[in-house]
């Protein structure tokens, strides 16, 4: 599939704010450059030698510090795809993301779990996304994805702020009528943001970033992808640069 995404934005610009790092947090930018939403580390499990040293089992061998041997077995393990070691690293992430985002993501099943705040227990007060710009449909025959951003942003903005505005009052409007939260919620639209907790395994993050950093990917999920390729780069250095190489 080709770019048809065409969200113009570097790497690195789609990350504005990168707090802390004993935090780990990535906020996400949106149109006021402050990001509402966030990919924070909560946990890890594991580093570049949890995998070489699942591998090195096999041959009951064990390495004590990383070597140049060690990350030429990184590099076999992943080109031969070689990937039961990738699954004794483990991430948890904490996520803040538009529904939309989330609905894309929870589609990444196999060697993840999921827990997500309920709206049938507590009050939306999560916000709303806003795009960076808005985008036009795609120039060339593709039906999904987007391309240049469309002239009037200011007219859109309008729409949309209007009818999100309209939808949340509703929404208040209905709960304070008495009905309760689980069906007050069916009328708030997909850009309301959600938080969830996301744990996966090293190798299905590495899927994750393999589909979702990719070109043909939404932008505004490639965005999340971003924030989490730092988070691995950070923790698995030698495995990513392996992946980096042959996979992508
Ligand atoms: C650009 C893009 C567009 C997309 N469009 C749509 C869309 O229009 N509609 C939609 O519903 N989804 C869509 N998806 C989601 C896509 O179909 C996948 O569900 C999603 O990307 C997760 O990938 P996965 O299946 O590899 O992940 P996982 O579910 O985590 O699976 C990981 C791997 O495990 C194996 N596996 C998983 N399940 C099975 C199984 N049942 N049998 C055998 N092997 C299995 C496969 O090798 C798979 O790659 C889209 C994804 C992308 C990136």
């Keep these: 599939m080709g770019d048809n995404n065409n969200d113009t934005l570097s790497r690195d610009a789609r990350l504005k704010g990168l707090a802390a790092r004993e935090d780990m947090t990535l906020y996400i930018p949106n149109s006021d450059d402050l990001g509402e939403g966030f990919v924070r580390l909560v946990d890890s499990m594991g580093d570049d030698l949890t995998v070489v040293n699942a591998a090195r089992v096999s041959f009951n061998r064990k390495s004590n510090s990383m070597s140049e041997k060690d990350k030429s077995l990184i590099k076999y393990l992943i080109e031969h795809e070689h990937t039961s070691p990738l699954r004794h690293g483990f991430f948890t992430f904490h996520v803040k993301a538009p529904i939309f985002v989330m609905r894309q993501w929870g589609k990444h099943q196999v060697g993840c779990s999921w827990n997500e705040v309920s709206l049938r227990y507590v009050k939306h007060d999560m916000g709303f996304w806003e795009p960076r710009s808005w985008r036009s449909p795609p ?71 393999d589909l979702r950093l990719a070109k043909d990917s939404q932008s505004e999920i490639r965005d999340y992808a971003e924030a989490v390729y730092k988070i691995v780069a950070e923790k698995y250095p030698s495995t990513l640069s392996a992946w980096e190489q042959h996979a992508r």
């Excluded at 708030?188 to 590495?206: I, N």
């Design 139 to 209: 120039e060339s025959h593709i039906k999904q994805g987007s391309g240049a951003p469309i002239e009037h942003q200011g007219h859109a903005h309008n729409i949309y702020d209007k009818a999100v505005n309209a939808a949340y009052k509703a929404y208040l409007e209905l709960i304070n009528a008495g009905v309760c939260n689980e069906q007050a919620r069916a009328i708030l639209p997909m850009s309301m943001m959600t938080e969830f907790w996301w744990t996966a395994s090293l190798q299905a993050t590495l899927r994750f970033l």
